[in-house]
Structures are given as C-alpha cells and as structure tokens.
C-alpha cells in the first residue's frame, strides 16, 4: 500500500511491533521506548485513520494484516493494544511463522463481537421473561 506511514525507533536487536489502541497514536509509547530503545528496536504503527496514517479510510483486520506482512520484518514480538491486539491475535493464526511472541494489553473481542453478545443478552432475557411467566 502507497503512503503507508510508521515510525522505526530503537537500538536493540530484537523487533517489537506495536500497535496502539482506537483513537491513540503511537506517540502514547514514548514512556516505553525510552527506557528500553537499547533492548529493542520498535515499529510503532498508527492503524488507518489516526496519526500518521489519518490519511488512510478505515481498512477491515484482514487488510491491515495483510499490509503489515507486507512491511513488517519477520521473527518479530508483536505488541497490541485493545483493537490492535486483535489485529496481532489475526496476523499471528495467519501468520504464525513471523511472529517470535505476542503481547496484548487490554484486547478484547467486543469491537468485533458486540452484536453477538448483545443478541446474546437478549436470548437470556426472553428466557428470563418466560421462566418467570411459568412461576408466578
């Protein structure tokens, strides 16, 4: 993809690739990276739509992997927070030869599953509903 934008920070020798929260820009991993730029050397990337990437309309999980394979060393510890560590869990059963760990922070499937838990939540209502019709 044209116009892809991240940021390559770091002394190290191993590769951590980070990918930050809905609404957040890498610039919220500073406070790490400065304390441990000689351990690795980071890939902090803005997803489609914030920071660097602003630019870039809203892409669905499979096309941002697909472009994070694209440039994104291998053999590299993936670090993702909320909707990037979905984006990390999908790159990782799709990829599952680049990736040396995962790290997530905060991930949690309801960005992706909110319709299904709510529907979820609405059959246990009726079930409620038509349990208490049978006892009072």
Not at 115 to 134: G, H, V
Request: hydrophobic share 45%; aromatic share 16%.
């Amino acid at each position: 993809m044209k116009n892809f934008y991240w940021k390559t920070v770091g002394n190290g020798n191993i590769n951590l690739i980070i990918l930050n929260g809905w609404g957040f820009d890498l610039k919220i991993w500073f406070f790490i990276i400065n304390k441990l730029n000689n351990i690795f050397k980071f890939h902090l990337i803005d997803l489609p739509g914030i920071g660097m990437n602003k630019h870039l309309l809203p892409l669905k999980i499979d096309e941002i992997t697909e472009i994070l394979y694209y440039y994104m060393p291998k053999n590299s510890i993936w670090l993702g927070w909320s909707i990037g560590g979905l984006i990390t869990n999908r790159f990782a059963s799709l990829y599952p030869k680049n990736i040396l760990g995962i790290i997530n922070v905060a991930s949690s499937p309801c960005f992706i599953k909110k319709k299904m838990a709510w529907n979820r939540r609405k059959k246990n209502i009726l079930f409620l509903q038509q349990f208490k019709k049978k006892l009072f």
